[in-house]
Nanobody, 128 residues
């Protein structure tokens, strides 16, 4: 059984930074896609960032336009952990952030929510 455990959310002021972490366990992670989605109150869940890797250690990174230049996704292979460094946070970044992992679907499908496993989420609040 795959488990994803997120941490790092909190209440911060506009312009501050946070780093979210997601630890994955339950199966080998030699290749796949891990990433982050978010859901603001009253809105649909949306893609934030993803990192795809393969058995040859090639890595590909994808971002939503709304976070490019402010958020950075990274992965620690040894720890099966993916991070989301969020800088210059804005009130519109307020949301529950969910980690996701997938081994079957394409990146396009992943970005549209076609995901094998979801974490339970961590809340980020940036007051206006």
């Amino acid at each position: 059984q795959v488990q994803l455990v997120e941490s790092g959310g909190g209440l911060v002021q506009a312009g501050d930074s946070l780093r979210l972490s997601c630890v994955a366990s339950g199966r080998p992670f030699s290749s796949g896609i891990m990433g982050w989605f978010r859901q603001a109150p009253g809105k649909e869940r949306e893609f934030v960032a993803a990192i795809r890797w393969n058995i040859w250690s090639s890595t590909y990174i994808y971002y939503a336009d709304s976070v490019k230049g402010r958020f950075t996704i990274s992965r620690d292979n040894a720890k099966n952990t993916v991070y989301l460094q969020m800088n210059s946070l804005k009130p519109e970044d307020t949301a529950a952030y969910y980690c996701a992992v997938d081994w079957v679907h394409t990146v396009d499908t992943f970005r549209n929510g076609g995901v094998d496993y979801w974490g339970k989420g961590t809340l980020v609040t940036v007051p206006s």
